[in-house]
Structure formats: structure tokens, C-alpha cells
């Protein structure tokens, strides 16, 4: 029962911080940039992820003028062996800019999800 209310959850939240996003973009400076794919194959550092099928693949991020960004990007996948992934899901949050003049920073945190993979 519990775990039912969490995807509700979940959505409300991604659709609250995403409307303050989008509200937040018409009174300051702030990009959203996005890109869309469909490739023969999602290769992973020499490795198919989709068993050498297609791929869908798409992202956006959000960057604020003070140098926080966030972003999300995800593909199908489908592994070897198989796990019960259907989709990957890549999210990042940070900040970056200049801390000097020839030096800049980039601060961020990444986390890989796999919503539908089991437990191994």
C-alpha cells in the first residue's frame, strides 16, 4: 500500500519543481536546452546496452545564470544478461563556473536509474 503512494508522490513533486522551474525562467537569466536521438544501437563503452537494437534516446537541462544546473536524459536499454531494465534513466544536478581567471569548476552529483531493473 505504501509503495502505491510514492509514484503519486514522486509526480507531484517532478511537476511542482518543473512549474517553478518554468516560472522561475521568465524573470531571470536561465537556458533550457534539450536533444533527441534515434540511434541503430546504444553502445556503452565498446558494449550494446540494447542488444544491438534501436534506441530512443532524449534529455533536457536546465542552467541558471548563478551556474546551477540540472538535467535529465534516458534511453531503452535492454541488457545481458537480462536484469528486467527497460529504460535508463541519467539525472545530474550542480554547479559550475569560474573560480579564477584560467580556472573554472564544475561541481555535480549523478545518479544512474533503471526503474524497472530487479535486484541482483
Excluded: C
Excluded at 518554468?22 to 540511434?39: D, E, I, P
Excluded at 536484469?83 to 539525472?91: D, H, K, M, Q, T
Amino acid at each position: 500500500m505504501l509503495l502505491k503512494n510514492i509514484q503519486p508522490a514522486r509526480m507531484a513533486v517532478t511537476v511542482a519543481v518543473s512549474g517553478l522551474l518554468l516560472g522561475t525562467a521568465t524573470s531571470v537569466h536561465a537556458q533550457v536546452s534539450g536533444s533527441a536521438a534515434l540511434t541503430s544501437d546504444y553502445v556503452w563503452r565498446g558494449s550494446s546496452q540494447t542488444r544491438e537494437d534501436p534506441a530512443i534516446q532524449a534529455g533536457v537541462k536546465y542552467a541558471h545564470e548563478s551556474g546551477l544546473y540540472a538535467s535529465v536524459w534516458g534511453s531503452n536499454v535492454k541488457f545481458k544478461p537480462d536484469n528486467g531494465a527497460r529504460s535508463e534513466f541519467v539525472l545530474a544536478v550542480g554547479w559550475s563556473g569560474k573560480i579564477a581567471t584560467d580556472w573554472a569548476l564544475d561541481i555535480y552529483l549523478l545518479r544512474y536509474q533503471y526503474p524497472s531493473a530487479s535486484p541482483t
